[in-house]
């Protein structure tokens, strides 16, 4: 099926959905329809492990009898199957309790301009060419050092897809998407012991991909750079949370800001909206509609047009993370954040991630984070972690088995820079992240 059909198949299901919803007393329905394929190979020491196709389709409506709600789901499109999904979510509406805050978002914030953001660029990626790549990627780093002694595998995943979305409103928005990777684990041996890491890239674009060669060959470089670890006596001492993994500190910020985090009152930044939270330099924004941002988008998943905001500014949290239902619990607007934020974004400074080692002079590299230590209710921190111990401005050795931990509003008030290596892997944006104290645990 062409990609145009195959939009029009799923606008159709939608329509119907609606149209059969209102027939059947609905005072309001919406309705999100999905077609989305691809291909996922894994090899693993020359060998192919894992090959995957998917081709899939599915359905949710959730309909409104007044200010009652309920919600149905199908894979099958089929007239008859979509007429018994949606009486399906009609009889449960009809015994479920009023919300009074339940409902479409407001038909007036409803996108009405749908911009091409490159969303869509599918790879015509054989399965043979895909083992190929996995295999070579693999070899790459296998063959990078004589120390790099196994292997958990390589990967390349690919997926494009296509979804409508479409509510009682007079709403109807559609989005084609396309996502791939590649991807690469190692292990590296020595007289101390055995080290494990990883590299990786993803982007909308194939022709944006890192080559399975250049791969394979940083997921070694990753891997040896970890012989040979000492460890690192309990104190406290700043930290470096680089750029890879620096995306999780803003997602525990995302976490305690979201609507329901606000209206439940179990955030550690429970009514800080005004209120500084970060250092005057610190600019958090969201862009949504960056060309082939793995973020973007047009419309929530509610339909409201989204559009680039301030989050924090000058160190001062500007608005909290909404969709309508939270919205309208907390008496606010929605921010056009049902389904997540669109390429967050935390402004970098001017140093370079090596200029950032200088300037913190002595301390730990955080590079990987293990386990879920935060707590977002009490602001509690505490992660186990692997990194590097910089003295000079330089780093020395590697460590590991320690844990560090602190509280998540002193960690955020303790930024002092963020480098200008930005990580675009994902839909947080940020260089690495240096804060200027911690309680680093290790063996003595």
Known sequence: MSQQKNIEALQSAAEFVLKEAKRLG???????????????????????????????TGLAVTVYFGQSKASASSSDLRPDALTETVSRACSIAK?????????LADAALMATQIPDLSLYHPWALEADEAIAMAMQCEQAGRDFDQRISNSEGASISSHHGQRVYANSHGFSGQVKSSRHSISCTLIASDSEGMQRDYWYDVARDASDLSSAVQVGQTAAQHTLRRLDAKEITTGQYPVIFAAEIASSLFGQLIAAIRGSAQYRQSSFLLDHLGRQIFPEFIHIHEQPHLLKGLGSAAFDGEGVATQAR??????????YVLDSYSARKLNMQTTANAGGVHNLTI??????????????????????????GSNIVTGDYSQGA?????????????????????????????????????????????????IDRMTVAGQG
Do not use: C
Not at 26 to 52: W, Y
Not at 95 to 103: L, V
Not at 425 to 434: D, E, L
């Open 26 to 56: 609905a005072s309001a329905a919406e309705a999100g329809v999905s077609h989305s394929q691809g291909l996922s190979v894994t090899v693993r020491q020359g060998d192919v492990e894992t090959l995957e196709h998917n081709n899939d």
């Open 95 to 103: 015994h479920t309790q009023p919300d009074p805050y339940a409902g």
């Open 386 to 434: 692997a990194g590097f111990w910089v003295e000079d401005g330089q780093i020395q050795y590697p460590i590991d088995e320690f844990t560090i931990a602190g509280r998540l509003p002193d960690m955020f008030m303790g930024i002092q820079a963020i480098a200008n290596d930005v990580d675009l892997r994902g839909n947080t944006r940020t260089g690495s992240v240096w």
């Open 310 to 319: 301030d989050i924090v500014v000058d160190g001062v949290l500007q608005g």
């Open 347 to 372: 402004d970098t400074g001017d140093l370079d991630f090596a200029g950032l080692l200088k300037e913190m002079d002595r301390g730990v590299i955080v590079t990987e984070t293990m386990g879920m």
